[in-house]
């Protein structure tokens, strides 16, 4: 049996419940994080089934600055090492930023940067000691690009994107990869948190979470920096590179706005 051991936040749906299984069909053992519990725990017993693997299920709201640190001494005092960090939960929200409510945009930073950091900074050095292990963190399309209508999430997912390059740079020379994930429209959850359950009028082909953690764990396993599934969203990233960024701006910005 595989030795690895894999943390995944954000497990119990979408695309990180998907890379969960990803994992596990290459015989890791897992450590599903998120905060509703119920769902995990039917996952973790397919999955056991399944594949005869251990799966631990930590309940946490990654927006509280006090889950990471809480989540690392919690498996540290039970002896679990951590191989492979995966940063997945997220979300976002809709609408112009002074309309939003400022408490619910400071939750997105927190969750979608701080969180992420504070588990990378928290497990990279046990890696790093043991010249092993890697982190797969998922961003986004929308972190190349600027996004009114939804500045903090696209600007959080530019953070991770430039986060996950450093990273890998700097840990070049070690046994430690990184990986940054960048999706575009999914059939998740995500647009339901992101628009209050209010449907768009028009909405863009999406990739099943199930394409998306599949790409995204061929790339972590060929230790990848960064990573675009999707012909659709890979022309998009170009597109971004190429265009006035005004012109940007305004086509995201017209894409975002409710309807």
């Known amino acids: 049996m595989n030795s690895e051991l894999v943390l995944v936040t954000g497990a ?10 990803c994992f596990a069909a290459d015989q890791s053992n897992l450590i599903l994080v998120a905060r509703n519990t119920a769902a995990m725990e039917a996952l973790a017993s397919e999955l056991r089934r399944e594949h005869q693997i251990e799966v631990h299920v930590i309940t946490a709201d990654l927006s509280l600055p006090a ?8 498996l540290q005092s039970r002896g679990i090492v951590v191989d492979v960090l995966v940063n997945n939960a997220g979300f976002g929200l809709h609408g112009g930023f002074a309309d939003l409510p400022l408490a619910r945009q400071l939750e997105i930073v ?3 940067v701080a969180a992420l ?10 890696m790093l000691a043991r010249e092993r292990g890697g982190i797969l963190n998922v961003g ?34 070690t ?3 990184v990986t940054n994930l960048c999706p575009g429209a999914t059939e998740t959850n995500f647009s339901r948190v992101a628009r209050g359950d209010r449907p768009r009028e028009k909405s863009a082909a999406k990739m099943s979470a ?3 953690a599949a790409a995204g764990h061929r790339a972590f396993r060929a230790r990848q920096c960064v990573n675009v599934p999707g012909i659709q969203n890979r022309l998009l990233v170009q597109l971004a590179k190429m ?17």
């Open 67 to 74: 889950s990471p640190p809480q989540i690392f001494d919690e």
């Open 140 to 173: 986004s399309v929308a972190g190349f690009l600027p996004g009114p209508n939804m500045a903090v999430y696209f600007a959080s997912k530019a953070f991770v994107l430039s986060f996950s390059e450093a990273l890998f740079e700097e840990l070049r020379v």
């Open 210 to 212: 199930a394409e998306v």
């Open 243 to 259: 265009l006035p960024r005004a012109a940007i701006r305004k086509a995201v910005g017209r894409y975002n706005k409710l309807k």
């Open 117 to 126: 950091v504070a588990l990378t900074g928290l497990f990279l050095p046990g």
């Open 175 to 177: 046994g430690v990869s």
């Open 110 to 112: 927190q969750v979608n």
């Open 12 to 21: 119990s749906s979408g695309i990180g419940l998907e890379l969960a299984k």
